[in-house]
């Protein structure tokens, strides 16, 4: 295979897709992803220790992000360990949803 061959078939495999700007966004992903986590931390922290009561929900958050960001990542590249992960991060996320809702009728005023 020579130079030229090799040049067309990878403008070919990345027709209209514009790489640089993916690799940014993928970037400010896990930018995004982080900032949310230390987010919630703050909230969680500040709900117990103004309310005195927790508050599951920004955890919740956390997990639904990651649980589709490793199921979405392990399809997409037929990895099983972020498959994997990415189920993990469900079950937890529907645990933290539970715990949110329970915990929100059973502190509720509304009787």
Known sequence: MNKEQILKMSRQENKNKDL????????????????????????????????????????ALIAVYDAILFFGKGIRLKQKTSIISGIIWGILAIGLILAYFYYLVKNSTIR
């Not at 919630?40 to 929900?57: M, T």
Request: glycine fraction near 8%.
């Open 20 to 59: 640089h700007a993916k690799e940014i966004e993928n970037k400010y992903a896990s930018i995004a992803g982080a900032v949310m986590a230390i987010l919630s931390c703050i909230f969680f922290a500040s709900e117990i220790i103004f309310n005195g009561r927790q508050n599951y929900g920004f955890y």
